[in-house]
C-alpha cells in the first residue's frame, strides 16, 4: 500500500539551538555530532487547519489501511514518506478516551479522562511509534531492525518488522521483563537476546555495535518513532471535538513519549489548530526517577537544569518494569516540552502506583503497572494543589492490563514486594480483591454470594 504527502522540505536537525546543524531525512542518524538527539523538522506548506480536522473525521468512514489507522489518518502532520514509499500499518491508534468516576474520585477531581493506548494492536503505545518508524526503514532500504527493550518496545517492533517482512533483533535486559511482553516478541518471530545487566548497561553496549553493523535502530532516540507517537495527542484532540484540556499526565521512562506529546502539541499550536498548550506532567516511580531529581536538584540549587546535567540513576528499582530506566536517553527533549507548556516532572512510590492502579481496575480499566503512575501522580499534583479539582486532566495509560498479570495477581493476593536496599518491602494490598476459594458445598457458595 502507498501513501502520498504534501510537499514538504524535511531534514533532521539538533535539538541543541546553539548548534542547529541539520542532516538529510534520509539519514539514518539518532544523535548530532555534538551528542544530542535529532528532530524531524518540517518547512510546513500553508494548511488549513479547519479544512485538515474535516478531512480527518471524513477519513474515518474510509475503508483505505491509511486511512483506518489512527496515525497515518493524520498524514498531513508526518509528511516525510516519499509517495512511492509502502506504509506498515496494523492499524494502530484508534485508541478511546474513557470517563473513570471512581478514579476521578480517587485522584479528587471532578471527573478524569483515560486515553488508553493499551487497545493498539499490540497492547500499547509504541505502535504508533513503531508504524512510522519501521515504514521509515523500509523507505530507507533496511533490512534489519533492532531495540533494546524492557518489553513494550520489542514486542510492538516484532510485530512490525513480521509485517514488513523485516528482520527484528531484539535485546532484553534478562529477568526485567514481563512475560507477557517476552512472549509477544517470541511469538512475532524476533532474534531475541537477553544480556545479564539492566536496561542502560544493555543501552551502552548495543547501541555502538548496532551502528556499526548497519542495523536500523528503533529505539525512542528513533526520530521517526516520535513522528508517530506524536500523533496520540493529535488524535486525543481530535476526539475532544479540539476542547484543550488543563493538563495531559503520562509515565515517565526514557521519555521518548512526552517528547512526543511535547511536540505533536507544539506542531499544533504552530499551525493554528490550538490557540494555547495543555500543561504536561511526568510522572516516575521513586526508585527509577533521573528527571525529577533534576528539576528538584535545579530548584534547590538555583540553577539550569542544562546546565546540571542529568544524573543517572545506577541500578533503577521499580515494579512498573516499564519505565525502569535510570539514564533516560530524551531527557533534554522532555525537558524542552515541560519548559513549553510550563509543565511538571514527579515521582510516586511503589505502594502509590500499586494501588492507583487497583482503583483504574475498579472503573473498568485495566492497565499495566506504570501506566497507573499517572492517576498516583495526578492524586498528589491535587493534593499539592498543582492541579485544580475542577481541571480538565487527561491520562494516558501506556499499556494493556494483559502485559504484567503476574503483578496484578501479586497485589491481589497480598504478596507483592519489591527490592529496596536489598530488602524486600511489601506493597500493601489497600484495594485487594482476594479470590475465594470454597468445597462444592451450595452451601458455602450461597453464604458468599450474600455477602
Known amino acids: 500500500m502507498k501513501i502520498g504527502t504534501a510537499t514538504t522540505m524535511v531534514t533532521l536537525r539538533c535539538i541543541d539551538h546553539q548548534c542547529n546543524t541539520s542532516f538529510p531525512a534520509s539519514s539514518s542518524m539518532t544523535h548530532c555530532h555534538c551528542g544530542n538527539l535529532l528532530d524531524v523538522h518540517y518547512d510546513w506548506p500553508d494548511l488549513n487547519p479547519r479544512e485538515l480536522k474535516e478531512t480527518w473525521t471524513s477519513r474515518r468512514t474510509s475503508m483505505l489501511p491509511e486511512d483506518q489507522s489512527g496515525v497515518w489518518r493524520y498524514r498531513e502532520l508526518i509528511p516525510y514518506l516519499s509517495p512511492e514509499a509502502k506504509i506498515i500499518t496494523l492499524r494502530e491508534g484508534n485508541t478511546p478516551l474513557l470517563k473513570a468516576p471512581r478514579?476521578?474520585?480517587?485522584?479528587?477531581?471532578?471527573?478524569?479522562?483515560?486515553?488508553?493506548?493499551?487497545?493498539?494492536?499490540?497492547?500499547?503505545?509504541?505502535?504508533?511509534?513503531?508504524?512510522?518508524?519501521?515504514?521509515?526503514?523500509?523507505?530507507?532500504?533496511?533490512?534489519?531492525?533492532a531495540c533494546v527493550s524492557t518489553?513494550?518496545?520489542?514486542?510492538?517492533?516484532?510485530?512490525?518488522?513480521?509485517?514488513?517482512?523485516?528482520?527484528?533483533?531484539?535485546?532484553?535486559?534478562?529477568?526485567?521483563?514481563?512475560?507477557?511482553?517476552?512472549?509477544?516478541?517470541?511469538?512475532?518471530?524476533?532474534?531475541?537476546?537477553?544480556?545479564?545487566?539492566n536496561f542502560d548497561v544493555t543501552w551502552k553496549l548495543v547501541s555502538g555495535l548496532v551502528e556499526e553493523a548497519g542495523i536500523y535502530l528503533l529505539n525512542s532516540v528513533n526520530p521517526y518513532r516520535?513522528?508517530?507517537?506524536?500523533?496520540?495527542?493529535?488524535?486525543?484532540?481530535?476526539?475532544?471535538?479540539?476542547e484543550i484540556p488543563d493538563w495531559i499526565v503520562l509515565p515517565g521512562g526514557n521519555l521518548g513519549n512526552s517528547?512526543?506529546?511535547?511536540?505533536?502539541?507544539?506542531?499544533?499550536?504552530?499551525?493554528?489548530?490550538?490557540?494555547?498548550?495543555?500543561?504536561?506532567?511526568?510522572?516516575?516511580?521513586?526508585?527509577?526517577?533521573?528527571?525529577?531529581?533534576?528539576?528538584?536538584?535545579?530548584?534547590?540549587?538555583k540553577k539550569s537544569p542544562y546546565e546540571l546535567g542529568l544524573l543517572p540513576v545506577l541500578n533503577p528499582q521499580t515494579l512498573a518494569t516499564a519505565i525502569k530506566i535510570g539514564a533516560p536517553a530524551s531527557w533534554k527533549k522532555a525537558l524542552r516540552e515541560l519548559e513549553a507548556t510550563q509543565?511538571?516532572?514527579?515521582?510516586?512510590?511503589?505502594?502509590?502506583?500499586?494501588?492507583?492502579?487497583?482503583?483504574?481496575?475498579?472503573?473498568?480499566?485495566?492497565?499495566?503497572?506504570?501506566?497507573?503512575?499517572?492517576?498516583?501522580?495526578?492524586?498528589?499534583?491535587?493534593?499539592?494543589k498543582q492541579i485544580r479539582k475542577s481541571d480538565n486532566v487527561v491520562a494516558v495509560l501506556t499499556g494493556n492490563l494483559l502485559k504484567d498479570p503476574a503483578y496484578t495477581l501479586a497485589y491481589h493476593q497480598g504478596t507483592l514486594s519489591f527490592s529496596k536496599e536489598n530488602q524486600q518491602i511489601p506493597i500493601q494490598s489497600n484495594f485487594g480483591n482476594q479470590p475465594n476459594s470454597v468445597p462444592p458445598d451450595l452451601e458455602q457458595i450461597k453464604k458468599l454470594l450474600s455477602q
Open 103 to 145: 478514579a476521578a474520585a480517587y485522584a479528587g477531581l471532578d471527573e478524569i479522562q483515560f486515553k488508553h493506548q493499551g487497545f493498539n494492536p499490540t497492547g500499547s503505545f509504541k505502535d504508533n511509534g513503531m508504524t512510522t518508524g519501521v515504514s521509515q526503514a523500509a523507505a530507507l532500504g533496511k533490512k534489519v531492525v
Open 226 to 242: 516520535i513522528e508517530g507517537q506524536k500523533t496520540i495527542a493529535v488524535e486525543l484532540l481530535d476526539q475532544m471535538r479540539w
Open 151 to 197: 518489553g513494550n518496545t520489542s514486542a510492538s517492533m516484532g510485530a512490525y518488522a513480521a509485517c514488513g517482512d523485516l528482520k527484528a533483533v531484539i535485546f532484553i535486559p534478562a529477568g526485567q521483563i514481563a512475560t507477557g511482553k517476552l512472549s509477544q516478541a517470541l511469538d512475532y518471530g524476533a532474534l531475541t537476546i537477553q544480556v545479564d545487566a
Open 343 to 384: 509543565g511538571v516532572c514527579i515521582s510516586v512510590s511503589e505502594q502509590e502506583i500499586a494501588d492507583a492502579k487497583a482503583v483504574i481496575g475498579q472503573s473498568g480499566i485495566g492497565c499495566e503497572p506504570a501506566s497507573a503512575a499517572t492517576l498516583a501522580g495526578i492524586r498528589r499534583l491535587v493534593a499539592e
Open 259 to 301: 517528547s512526543a506529546f511535547g511536540k505533536g502539541l507544539r506542531e499544533l499550536h504552530q499551525l493554528g489548530f490550538i490557540t494555547r498548550l495543555p500543561r504536561l506532567a511526568i510522572i516516575q516511580a521513586e526508585g527509577s526517577a533521573p528527571l525529577s531529581q533534576l528539576l528538584e536538584r535545579a530548584r534547590t540549587e
